[in-house]
C-alpha cells in the first residue's frame, strides 16, 4: 500500500494506493490518525484502492470518530468500486460521507 | 471426487497477514476460472479474506507459525472453500455475526468480519476437522 498527503483549500488529502488489508491497515491507521489529530478537515482519497477488509474499514471508522471528537470534517473521496462494495456490505455507506469528486469534497 | 465435487486448488501457507494477498489472488482467480462475474469473484475475494483474517487474528492470536489450510471445490454450480487451523477449537456456537452500526455515536470500529462473510456466503458452517484438531470453516457461494 502507498499513500500521499496533499493539501488543498484547507484540506488535508490521505490518497491510498493499493491494498488495504490485515497487513496495512495498521499504516493506514496511523497515517490518518495522525493526519485527523493534525488537520481539522481530512479527505480520504481511496479512488486507487483496490481492496479493502474489515480491518481497514474499522481504521476509517476510527478516523470518523476521532475527527468527530475535535469537531473536525472527515469524508472519503472517489471510493473506488471494491471498497464500495464492502461499505455497502457493512451499511457504512450512509455513515461517512462520500464525495465523488475533490471539488464537491472542497464546496 | 468427494461430497465436495472437484477440488481446484489446495493451499497451505503460513497464517501471516502478509500472505493473504496471495490468497487473495488465488481465490479471484478461481472464481472467475468458473465463471464467475468480477462483482461475484470480488465478494468471494472479500468473504475467505475475512475468514483468514479471523484465524490470523483470532484462532492463531498472531502468532506467525500457525499453518492455515485452504481447499477450494466446485460441485454443481456451487464454490465450496474449506478453511482449516491447527489452533485451539473455538466455541464456534459463540461466532455470531454482529448487526452493523449505522449510529455514529454507537459506531465501533471492528467486528465487520463475521457479517461480511454471513452477508456474502450463502452458507457458513463449522465442521468436525477430520484430523480432530483445530478448526475447519467451510463457505458455500452458489455461482449458478
Known amino acids: 500500500m502507498k499513500h500521499t498527503i496533499t493539501q488543498e483549500n484547507g484540506a488535508t488529502i490521505v490518497a491510498f494506493e493499493g491494498d488495504i488489508d490485515l497487513e496495512s491497515s495498521p499504516k493506514s491507521r496511523e497515517i490518518l490518525l495522525k493526519a485527523v489529530d493534525d488537520a481539522g478537515h481530512v479527505l480520504v482519497d481511496l479512488s486507487e484502492v483496490s481492496y479493502i477488509d474489515s480491518s481497514g474499514v474499522a481504521t476509517l471508522v476510527e478516523s470518523l470518530q476521532a475527527a468527530r471528537s475535535k469537531s473536525g470534517r472527515f469524508a472519503l473521496l472517489k471510493p473506488s468500486d471494491p471498497v464500495r462494495r464492502v461499505l455497502e456490505l457493512a451499511r457504512l455507506d450512509q455513515v461517512f460521507t462520500l464525495h465523488t469528486s475533490l471539488d464537491a469534497a472542497l464546496a | ?144
Open chain 2, 1 to 144: 471426487m468427494s461430497d465436495d465435487g472437484e477440488q481446484l486448488v489446495l493451499l497451505q501457507l503460513p497464517a501471516c497477514a502478509d500472505r493473504l494477498r496471495l490468497v487473495r489472488s488465488a481465490v479471484r482467480e478461481v472464481a472467475e476460472m468458473c465463471g464467475c462475474s468480477e462483482a461475484t469473484a470480488q465478494d468471494i475475494q472479500v468473504a475467505v479474506g475475512e475468514a483468514c483474517q479471523n484465524i490470523i487474528r483470532h484462532a492463531y492470536n498472531g502468532d506467525d507459525k500457525g499453518i492455515l489450510e485452504i481447499g477450494i471445490s466446485r460441485r454443481e454450480g456451487v464454490l465450496i472453500f474449506k478453511l482449516q487451523d491447527y489452533a485451539r477449537s473455538v466455541d464456534t456456537a459463540a461466532i455470531k455475526p454482529r448487526q452493523p452500526e449505522q449510529n455514529q455515536e454507537r459506531l465501533k470500529p471492528g467486528g465487520l468480519g463475521v457479517y461480511l462473510i454471513h452477508e456474502i456466503m450463502d452458507e457458513v458452517d463449522y465442521l468436525t476437522p477430520p484430523s480432530g484438531k483445530g478448526n475447519l470453516l467451510r463457505l458455500l457461494k452458489r455461482i449458478g
